[in-house]
Protein backbone atom coordinates (compact mmCIF):
# COMPACT_ATOMS: atom_id res chain seq x y z
CA UNK A 1 0.00 0.00 0.00
CA UNK A 2 2.73 2.52 0.87
CA UNK A 3 4.49 2.46 -2.61
CA UNK A 4 1.22 2.86 -4.41
CA UNK A 5 0.54 5.70 -1.71
CA UNK A 6 3.76 7.37 -2.70
CA UNK A 7 3.14 6.87 -6.22
CA UNK A 8 -0.20 8.74 -5.83
CA UNK A 9 1.47 11.41 -3.99
CA UNK A 10 4.71 12.08 -6.68
CA UNK A 11 1.43 12.11 -9.52
CA UNK A 12 -0.17 14.90 -7.45
CA UNK A 13 2.86 17.15 -6.84
CA UNK A 14 3.80 17.29 -10.09
CA UNK A 15 -0.02 18.26 -10.98
CA UNK A 16 0.69 21.12 -8.75
CA UNK A 17 3.08 22.69 -11.06
CA UNK A 18 -0.15 22.93 -13.53
CA UNK A 19 -2.84 23.39 -10.89
CA UNK A 20 -3.83 26.21 -8.72
CA UNK A 21 -4.86 25.24 -5.19
CA UNK A 22 -7.11 27.85 -3.71
CA UNK A 23 -7.77 25.73 -0.52
CA UNK A 24 -6.87 22.58 0.69
CA UNK A 25 -7.59 20.76 4.08
CA UNK A 26 -6.59 17.62 5.51
CA UNK A 27 -6.53 18.07 9.13
CA UNK A 28 -3.11 16.92 9.91
CA UNK A 29 -1.69 19.40 12.14
CA UNK A 30 -3.83 18.49 15.63
CA UNK A 31 -5.59 21.16 17.30
CA UNK A 32 -3.91 23.60 15.33
CA UNK A 33 -7.07 23.64 13.13
CA UNK A 34 -8.38 26.11 15.06
CA UNK A 35 -6.63 28.51 13.50
CA UNK A 36 -7.78 28.23 10.33
CA UNK A 37 -11.63 27.72 10.75
CA UNK A 38 -13.52 30.33 12.75
CA UNK A 39 -17.06 28.74 14.89
CA UNK A 40 -19.58 31.68 14.32
CA UNK A 41 -21.26 33.51 17.44
CA UNK A 42 -24.41 34.00 15.91
CA UNK A 43 -26.17 31.81 18.62
CA UNK A 44 -25.02 30.12 21.71
CA UNK A 45 -26.97 27.10 20.76
CA UNK A 46 -25.23 26.76 17.65
CA UNK A 47 -23.23 23.16 18.00
CA UNK A 48 -19.51 22.35 18.45
CA UNK A 49 -16.92 20.55 16.34
CA UNK A 50 -13.98 18.60 17.34
CA UNK A 51 -11.18 16.63 15.19
CA UNK A 52 -12.15 12.66 15.16
CA UNK A 53 -11.54 9.87 13.03
CA UNK A 54 -14.69 8.22 14.34
CA UNK A 55 -15.49 4.74 16.13
CA UNK A 56 -13.66 2.89 13.24
CA UNK A 57 -11.58 4.34 10.38
CA UNK A 58 -9.23 3.37 7.93
CA UNK A 59 -6.02 5.26 9.20
CA UNK A 60 -6.37 6.95 12.98
CA UNK A 61 -4.20 10.47 12.07
CA UNK A 62 -5.15 10.49 8.13
CA UNK A 63 -8.77 10.29 9.01
CA UNK A 64 -9.42 12.81 11.11
CA UNK A 65 -11.55 15.39 10.04
CA UNK A 66 -14.34 18.18 11.65
CA UNK A 67 -17.08 16.39 13.97
CA UNK A 68 -20.63 17.65 14.73
CA UNK A 69 -21.03 16.73 18.57
CA UNK A 70 -24.12 17.42 19.81
CA UNK A 71 -27.57 16.28 18.95
CA UNK A 72 -30.42 18.56 17.39
CA UNK A 73 -28.19 21.52 16.52
CA UNK A 74 -27.47 24.22 14.11
CA UNK A 75 -23.67 24.04 13.19
CA UNK A 76 -21.85 27.04 11.31
CA UNK A 77 -18.02 27.24 10.83
CA UNK A 78 -16.17 28.08 8.43
CA UNK A 79 -12.15 28.52 6.71
CA UNK A 80 -11.19 31.80 4.79
CA UNK A 81 -8.35 31.86 2.11
CA UNK A 82 -7.16 34.02 -0.53
CA UNK A 83 -9.96 34.99 -2.79
CA UNK A 84 -10.23 34.49 -6.49
CA UNK A 85 -12.21 34.52 -9.42
CA UNK A 86 -12.90 31.62 -11.67
CA UNK A 87 -14.09 33.45 -14.49
CA UNK A 88 -12.77 31.21 -18.05
CA UNK A 89 -11.80 28.72 -15.26
CA UNK A 90 -12.63 25.09 -14.09
CA UNK A 91 -13.83 25.21 -10.30
CA UNK A 92 -13.28 21.97 -8.81
CA UNK A 93 -14.92 21.75 -5.10
CA UNK A 94 -14.41 18.04 -3.55
CA UNK A 95 -14.43 16.76 0.48
CA UNK A 96 -15.20 13.54 2.02
CA UNK A 97 -18.37 13.10 4.38
CA UNK A 98 -18.89 10.72 6.80
CA UNK A 99 -22.13 9.52 8.48
CA UNK A 100 -21.02 7.28 10.81
CA UNK A 101 -24.21 7.56 12.84
CA UNK A 102 -26.09 6.39 10.36
CA UNK A 103 -28.02 10.01 9.68
CA UNK A 104 -31.46 9.73 9.92
CA UNK A 105 -32.02 13.82 9.44
CA UNK A 106 -29.86 16.59 8.54
CA UNK A 107 -27.19 17.86 5.97
CA UNK A 108 -23.46 16.70 5.08
CA UNK A 109 -23.23 19.97 2.59
CA UNK A 110 -20.60 22.83 1.95
CA UNK A 111 -21.41 26.08 1.04
CA UNK A 112 -18.81 28.51 -0.77
CA UNK A 113 -18.65 31.71 0.23
CA UNK A 114 -18.06 35.61 -0.91
CA UNK A 115 -14.46 36.93 0.52
CA UNK A 116 -16.62 39.50 2.62
CA UNK A 117 -18.19 36.69 4.49
CA UNK A 118 -18.95 37.74 8.15
CA UNK A 119 -17.49 34.40 9.53
CA UNK A 120 -17.91 34.99 13.26
CA UNK A 121 -21.59 35.71 12.40
CA UNK A 122 -22.18 32.89 9.94
CA UNK A 123 -25.92 31.61 9.71
CA UNK A 124 -28.27 30.71 7.34
CA UNK A 125 -29.07 33.99 6.10
CA UNK A 126 -25.20 34.12 5.19
CA UNK A 127 -24.91 34.91 1.44
CA UNK A 128 -23.12 32.18 -0.07
CA UNK A 129 -22.25 31.11 -4.50
CA UNK A 130 -22.47 27.19 -4.11
CA UNK A 131 -23.98 24.88 -1.89
CA UNK A 132 -23.19 21.01 -2.71
CA UNK A 133 -23.34 17.83 -0.88
CA UNK A 134 -25.60 15.36 0.58
CA UNK A 135 -28.84 16.15 2.65
CA UNK A 136 -30.91 13.30 4.29
CA UNK A 137 -33.96 13.27 6.13
CA UNK A 138 -36.28 10.46 6.27
CA UNK A 139 -37.40 8.39 3.60
CA UNK A 140 -38.15 11.31 1.34
CA UNK A 141 -35.31 13.01 1.27
CA UNK A 142 -31.88 11.52 0.56
CA UNK A 143 -30.36 13.60 -2.29
CA UNK A 144 -27.51 15.63 -3.20
CA UNK A 145 -27.41 20.05 -3.38
CA UNK A 146 -26.08 21.43 -6.15
CA UNK A 147 -27.28 25.15 -5.69
CA UNK A 148 -25.75 28.29 -7.54
CA UNK A 149 -26.45 32.04 -6.87
CA UNK A 150 -27.07 34.01 -10.04
CA UNK A 151 -28.31 37.52 -10.09
CA UNK A 152 -29.31 37.52 -6.18
CA UNK A 153 -31.36 34.05 -6.22
CA UNK A 154 -30.66 30.56 -5.43
CA UNK A 155 -30.87 28.35 -7.90
CA UNK A 156 -31.11 24.31 -7.59
CA UNK A 157 -30.00 21.63 -9.76
CA UNK A 158 -33.64 20.20 -11.33
CA UNK A 159 -32.35 16.40 -11.84
CA UNK A 160 -32.56 14.66 -8.21
CA UNK A 161 -29.00 13.29 -7.24
CA UNK A 162 -29.41 10.17 -4.84
CA UNK A 163 -26.38 10.63 -2.22
CA UNK A 164 -25.40 7.68 0.14
CA UNK A 165 -26.97 6.48 3.00
CA UNK A 166 -24.59 4.18 4.91
CA UNK A 167 -22.06 4.94 7.68
CA UNK A 168 -18.65 4.93 5.57
CA UNK A 169 -16.76 7.82 4.79
CA UNK A 170 -17.49 9.33 0.83
CA UNK A 171 -16.24 11.65 -1.65
CA UNK A 172 -18.16 14.21 -3.19
CA UNK A 173 -17.04 15.96 -5.81
CA UNK A 174 -18.89 19.06 -8.21
CA UNK A 175 -17.18 20.25 -11.46
CA UNK A 176 -18.19 24.02 -13.32
CA UNK A 177 -16.57 24.29 -16.79
CA UNK A 178 -16.31 27.76 -18.21
CA UNK A 179 -18.25 26.03 -21.29
CA UNK A 180 -21.16 25.77 -19.01
CA UNK A 181 -20.90 22.32 -18.04
CA UNK A 182 -20.81 20.34 -14.95
CA UNK A 183 -20.39 16.96 -13.60
CA UNK A 184 -21.42 15.45 -9.60
CA UNK A 185 -19.04 12.39 -8.53
CA UNK A 186 -19.94 10.08 -5.52
CA UNK A 187 -16.48 8.52 -4.52
CA UNK A 188 -14.78 9.32 -7.98
CA UNK A 189 -17.93 8.11 -10.29
CA UNK A 190 -19.55 10.66 -12.19
CA UNK A 191 -23.30 9.85 -11.07
CA UNK A 192 -24.89 13.23 -13.11
CA UNK A 193 -23.70 15.48 -16.09
CA UNK A 194 -25.27 18.07 -18.13
CA UNK A 195 -25.57 21.74 -19.34
CA UNK A 196 -25.55 24.11 -16.18
CA UNK A 197 -27.88 26.48 -18.68
CA UNK A 198 -30.96 23.98 -18.68
CA UNK A 199 -30.35 22.10 -15.44
CA UNK A 200 -30.80 24.93 -13.15
CA UNK A 201 -33.81 25.79 -15.35
CA UNK A 202 -32.26 28.95 -16.39
CA UNK A 203 -33.20 28.87 -19.84
CA UNK A 204 -36.12 31.06 -19.15
CA UNK A 205 -34.35 33.58 -17.39
CA UNK A 206 -31.62 33.58 -19.91
CA UNK A 207 -34.31 34.59 -22.55
CA UNK A 208 -35.76 37.76 -20.62
CA UNK A 209 -31.96 38.87 -19.99
CA UNK A 210 -31.33 38.82 -23.91
CA UNK A 211 -35.00 40.43 -25.03
CA UNK A 212 -34.45 43.14 -21.81
CA UNK A 213 -30.61 43.73 -23.40
CA UNK A 214 -31.54 43.69 -26.79
CA UNK A 215 -34.43 46.27 -26.15
CA UNK A 216 -32.60 48.75 -24.65
CA UNK A 217 -29.57 48.43 -27.37
CA UNK A 218 -32.17 49.24 -30.08
CA UNK A 219 -34.19 51.83 -28.42
CA UNK A 220 -30.62 54.04 -27.57
CA UNK A 221 -29.81 53.22 -31.23
CA UNK A 222 -33.50 54.54 -32.35
CA UNK A 223 -32.79 57.88 -30.70
CA UNK A 224 -29.10 58.00 -32.01
CA UNK A 225 -29.95 57.59 -35.62
CA UNK A 226 -33.02 59.74 -34.66
CA UNK A 227 -30.41 62.37 -34.30
CA UNK A 228 -28.11 61.84 -36.89
CA UNK A 229 -31.03 61.93 -39.51
CA UNK A 230 -32.46 65.51 -38.06
CA UNK A 231 -28.95 66.84 -38.90
CA UNK A 232 -29.62 66.23 -42.60
CA UNK A 233 -32.11 68.21 -42.72
CA UNK A 234 -31.86 72.23 -43.46
CA UNK A 235 -33.00 74.89 -40.72
CA UNK A 236 -36.86 75.40 -41.34
CA UNK A 237 -36.89 78.38 -39.44
CA UNK A 238 -37.21 81.82 -41.22
CA UNK A 239 -34.49 83.65 -41.13
CA UNK A 240 -34.47 87.10 -39.46
CA UNK A 241 -34.08 89.43 -42.01
CA UNK A 242 -36.37 87.92 -44.35
CA UNK A 243 -39.19 90.49 -45.25
CA UNK A 244 -42.41 89.00 -46.30
CA UNK A 245 -43.20 92.28 -48.39
CA UNK A 246 -40.71 92.78 -50.39
CA UNK A 247 -39.45 88.58 -50.16
CA UNK A 248 -42.75 87.36 -50.23
CA UNK A 249 -44.21 84.45 -47.82
CA UNK A 250 -41.93 82.68 -46.27
CA UNK A 251 -41.64 78.97 -47.23
CA UNK A 252 -39.50 76.45 -45.66
CA UNK A 253 -37.17 74.53 -47.54
CA UNK A 254 -37.80 70.68 -48.14
CA UNK A 255 -34.36 69.56 -49.50
CA UNK A 256 -31.93 67.58 -47.68
CA UNK A 257 -28.77 68.22 -46.76
CA UNK A 258 -26.03 66.41 -48.45
CA UNK A 259 -25.27 63.10 -46.26
CA UNK A 260 -21.81 63.80 -47.51
CA UNK A 261 -19.60 67.31 -46.66
CA UNK A 262 -16.21 68.25 -48.06
CA UNK A 263 -15.72 64.58 -48.77
CA UNK A 264 -16.28 63.49 -45.37
CA UNK A 265 -18.52 60.71 -44.31
CA UNK A 266 -20.77 61.66 -41.09
CA UNK A 267 -19.96 60.09 -38.21
CA UNK A 268 -22.14 56.68 -37.52
CA UNK A 269 -23.44 56.86 -41.07
CA UNK A 270 -23.07 53.77 -42.79
CA UNK A 271 -25.98 54.34 -45.78
CA UNK A 272 -27.90 57.36 -46.53
CA UNK A 273 -31.14 55.83 -45.97
CA UNK A 274 -31.55 54.18 -42.39
CA UNK A 275 -32.90 50.73 -41.98
CA UNK A 276 -34.76 49.76 -39.19
CA UNK A 277 -32.12 46.50 -37.65
CA UNK A 278 -32.66 44.85 -34.49
CA UNK A 279 -28.86 44.63 -33.47
CA UNK A 280 -27.94 42.17 -31.17
CA UNK A 281 -26.44 42.87 -27.75
CA UNK A 282 -23.19 41.34 -28.02
CA UNK A 283 -22.50 42.02 -24.11
CA UNK A 284 -25.47 39.89 -22.22
CA UNK A 285 -23.57 36.22 -22.95
CA UNK A 286 -20.62 38.00 -20.46
CA UNK A 287 -22.97 39.28 -17.99
CA UNK A 288 -24.99 36.04 -17.72
CA UNK A 289 -22.34 34.55 -15.87
CA UNK A 290 -24.10 31.47 -14.88
CA UNK A 291 -20.69 29.53 -13.34
CA UNK A 292 -18.94 32.58 -12.56
CA UNK A 293 -18.11 34.24 -9.33
CA UNK A 294 -15.80 37.41 -9.24
CA UNK A 295 -14.62 36.63 -5.16
CA UNK A 296 -14.79 33.41 -4.17
CA UNK A 297 -12.78 33.51 -0.84
CA UNK A 298 -14.65 31.19 2.37
CA UNK A 299 -15.90 27.75 2.70
CA UNK A 300 -17.87 26.53 5.28
CA UNK A 301 -20.36 24.05 7.16
CA UNK A 302 -23.64 25.64 8.12
CA UNK A 303 -26.59 22.93 8.46
CA UNK A 304 -28.61 21.23 11.18
CA UNK A 305 -28.29 17.93 12.24
CA UNK A 306 -30.80 15.91 14.55
CA UNK A 307 -28.16 13.17 15.26
CA UNK A 308 -24.71 14.33 15.40
CA UNK A 309 -21.74 12.07 14.35
CA UNK A 310 -20.84 13.44 11.20
CA UNK A 311 -17.05 13.64 10.31
CA UNK A 312 -15.78 16.30 7.28
CA UNK A 313 -12.40 15.73 5.80
CA UNK A 314 -10.22 16.18 2.71
CA UNK A 315 -11.58 19.87 1.62
CA UNK A 316 -10.37 20.67 -1.66
CA UNK A 317 -11.13 23.82 -3.76
CA UNK A 318 -8.82 23.93 -7.12
CA UNK A 319 -9.04 24.52 -11.24
CA UNK A 320 -7.61 21.01 -12.17
CA UNK A 321 -9.70 18.53 -12.54
CA UNK A 322 -7.23 15.23 -12.90
CA UNK A 323 -5.02 16.75 -9.46
CA UNK A 324 -8.44 16.36 -7.70
CA UNK A 325 -8.40 12.85 -8.81
CA UNK A 326 -5.62 11.73 -7.80
CA UNK A 327 -6.44 13.99 -4.40
CA UNK A 328 -9.01 11.98 -3.69
CA UNK A 329 -7.29 8.74 -4.12
CA UNK A 330 -4.18 9.89 -2.13
CA UNK A 331 -6.50 10.38 0.52
CA UNK A 332 -10.13 8.65 0.66
CA UNK A 333 -8.97 6.14 -2.04
CA UNK A 334 -5.81 4.87 0.52
CA UNK A 335 -8.46 4.49 3.45
CA UNK A 336 -11.93 3.80 2.04
CA UNK A 337 -10.06 -0.33 2.09
CA UNK A 338 -9.24 0.02 5.58
CA UNK A 339 -12.26 1.67 7.34
CA UNK A 340 -14.71 -1.62 5.97
CA UNK A 341 -12.01 -3.74 7.36
CA UNK A 342 -12.46 -2.73 10.58
CA UNK A 343 -16.02 -1.84 10.44
CA UNK A 344 -16.75 -5.41 9.89
CA UNK A 345 -13.92 -6.69 12.39
CA UNK A 346 -16.06 -4.38 14.93
CA UNK A 347 -19.85 -5.98 13.83
CA UNK A 348 -17.99 -9.05 14.54
CA UNK A 349 -17.13 -8.57 17.64
CA UNK A 350 -20.16 -6.65 18.70
CA UNK A 351 -21.92 -10.44 17.36
CA UNK A 352 -19.31 -12.31 19.68
CA UNK A 353 -19.88 -9.95 22.51
CA UNK A 354 -23.87 -9.87 22.36
CA UNK A 355 -23.95 -13.82 22.30
CA UNK A 356 -21.63 -14.34 25.07
CA UNK A 357 -24.26 -11.77 27.04
CA UNK A 358 -27.13 -13.46 26.11
CA UNK A 359 -25.26 -17.11 27.09
CA UNK A 360 -24.57 -15.01 30.77
CA UNK A 361 -27.54 -14.34 30.86
CA UNK A 362 -29.05 -17.89 29.98
CA UNK A 363 -26.80 -19.31 32.65
CA UNK A 364 -27.79 -16.82 35.02
CA UNK A 365 -31.22 -17.82 34.47
CA UNK A 366 -31.35 -21.14 34.84
CA UNK A 367 -29.02 -21.07 38.34
CA UNK A 368 -31.61 -18.85 39.69
CA UNK A 369 -34.18 -20.83 38.52
CA UNK A 370 -32.18 -23.86 40.47
CA UNK A 371 -31.45 -22.17 43.58
CA UNK A 372 -35.35 -21.43 43.67
CA UNK A 373 -36.35 -25.05 43.72
CA UNK A 374 -34.06 -25.82 46.38
CA UNK A 375 -35.29 -23.37 48.54
CA UNK A 376 -38.87 -24.41 47.88
CA UNK A 377 -38.29 -27.97 48.68
CA UNK A 378 -35.56 -27.16 51.64
CA UNK A 379 -38.55 -24.87 53.13
CA UNK A 380 -41.15 -28.00 52.53
CA UNK A 381 -38.85 -30.57 54.45
CA UNK A 382 -38.74 -28.11 57.51
CA UNK A 383 -42.46 -27.94 57.76
Known sequence: MAPARLLLWAVCVLRVARATIYFQEEFLDGERWRNRWVQSANDSQFGHFRLSS?????????DKGLQTT???????????????SNKGKTLVIQYTVKHEQKMDCGGGYIKVFPADVDQKNLSGK???YIMFGPDICGFDIKKV????????????????????????????????????????RIDGQGIESGSIEYDWNLTSLKKMEKTSAESKDWKQEKEDKLQDWEKHFLDAS?????????????????????????????????KDVWLHQKMKNTNYLTEYDLSEFENIGAIGLELWQVRSGTIFDNFLITDDE??????????????????????????????????????EELLMGRFDGNENTFRRFHRRDEL
Request: hydrophobic fraction near 30%.
Open 126 to 128: SQY
Open 322 to 359: EYAENFGKATWGETKGPEREMDAIQAKEEVKKAREEDE
Open 145 to 184: HVILHFKNQYHSNKKPIRCKVDGFTHLYTLILRPDLTYEV
Open 238 to 270: KPSDWNSELDGDWQAPMLQKPPYQDGLKPEGID
Open 54 to 62: GKFYGHKEK
Open 70 to 84: QNGRFYAISARFKPF
